[in-house]
């Protein structure tokens, strides 16, 4: 039997389906039939996809799931304008064919992107004739052209939330075609999370700005300068280490907090640093002071990335690692970072810092904020104790997954896991990083390489150690990418194991 029978036969029995099917890898072949009579209903279909049928099987079996493979092709080819065509297109370009059926079988979350927009499939094959990793600027651009068409904030942030959907249907199809590396994956989805919440930010701020005016303070009698706003990443955004369905660990700060609002009119008439008209008061008509002002900003941020649209959403936000954590403010003002860290910081705040980076908003108040904190980070003294505080977490956590068997098949938090490997570095980094700044790296891979140079790592534990976190966060992308859930936990069965 040849794989055009399964189109160009007379009569084929279900067992001889079955049979010829099982070959390639399907759990149901009668399924995976049905989707094929679906695909060639249409008889001029029907002979253009008997051409192409070999490659196609080929394809899918090449893949994890060959079911889920040739379940997601039809329903691609189901929305296509020109099926025809499409298919001819396929038969001419095998590389094409063979890298849409692996996508298909892949990650079900990729393919429904494709689905809802089959018009990015050839804009998909030119992005992954390239090797190089897309740039934070790149992105930024991208993001500003999308959103710059609309006046409207609410059709600027579809459009960015459309951008995002496509950039992660790309980041994924050069991660699973094995064009990008796990460094290459995880910078690309850090870079472009960054350009994500420097264009939600603006457009919040700019629709803040027309309804309560432009916060600034006074720097002298009758001068006023803008009061800034800065978002710093934490945790693996903060490191530029994101994976595919991580939450952006995000703390919002403020400078200016004994200033408040001017007028847009006000706004208009002047510019920053010369005289207002609110001089004497300071607190124009319809105005607010700026820590509310930046408090509503904060909060409008964190909704727009997590409200779920018809587009979807941006991310899950968490901001527990903000000063005080879950019973601290939404947004504080710098002075009020310093006395918090300065009386109150714990361990468990001083590893968070580590990877604390400029994201959104103003870069020089983020870099103040770093700066200001790194002497509670990396103490010159070397700072035993801190281990023990580190071991309590850990053990925490271990607590909280239970069972061996969830310690063992959890990627992230269990024996071995991502969150080992980190917390090693990270304690090495917080004893020893005071001594020596050039360990005070954000990136795990990055420090881990500097670990080596002060020989704080032998040769054998620097590459057993980088090979396994790669080998773990590839694992963890592979996890998240199917249906784009936050998981960390390997399947159970072997069948899905050793796909």
Known sequence: MRPEDLLLAPELTPEQIDQFLSQYGFKDP????????????????????????????????????PDAAFNNFERLLSVVTHQANFLGFLGDTPEALEALTLLCG????????????????????????????????????????????????????????????REMLRIAARDILKISDVIGTVTELSNLADAILQLVYEICFARLVDRFGAPQFQVEHGRYNAARFGMLGMGKLGGRELNYSCDLDLIYVFGGEQGATVSSETVERGEKGRTHPIAETGFPLGGISNPDFFKKLAQSITHELSNVTEE????????????????????????????????????????????????????????????????????????????????????????????????????????????????????????YGGCHPDLQERSTVKALGKLLEHHFLSTNEHHELRQAYLFLRDLEHKLQMVFHFQTHELPTTPDELYK
């Open 30 to 65: 009668q399924a995976a039939d049905r989707n094929l009579q679906l695909m060639a209903e249409d008889l001029s279909i029907r002979e253009t996809l008997a051409r192409i049928i070999g490659q196609l099987l080929k394809g899918a079996q090449a893949s994890p799931d």
């Open 106 to 165: 892949t990650s079900p979350f990729s393919s429904e992107i494709l689905v809802r927009n089959p018009e990015y499939f050839y804009w998909l094959l030119d992005q992954l004739g390239s090797t190089w990793t897309k740039s934070r600027d790149s992105y930024l651009q991208e993001a500003r052209q999308a959103s710059s068409r609309f006046l409207d904030p609410a059709q600027a942030l579809h459009a960015l939330a459309r951008l995002k959907r």
């Open 312 to 431: 979807g959403y941006f991310y899950r936000v968490d901001l527990r690692l903000r000063p005080e954590g879950s019973a601290g403010s939404v947004a504080s003002s710098l002075s009020a970072c310093k006395n918090y860290y300065a009386t109150w910081g714990e361990t468990f705040e001083r590893l968070a810092l580590i990877k604390a980076r400029p994201v959104a908003g103003s870069a020089e108040l983020g870099q103040e904020f770093c700066e200001a904190f790194n002497p509670f980070v990396y103490r010159k003294f070397l700072d035993f104790a801190a281990l023990e505080e580190i071991q309590e977490i850990k053990t925490r956590i271990n607590s909280k997954l239970g069972s061996k068997q969830n310690q063992a098949s959890h990627v992230k938090l269990g024996t071995g896991g991502i969150r080992e490997i980190e917390f090693f570095v990270q304690a090495l980094q917080l004893i």
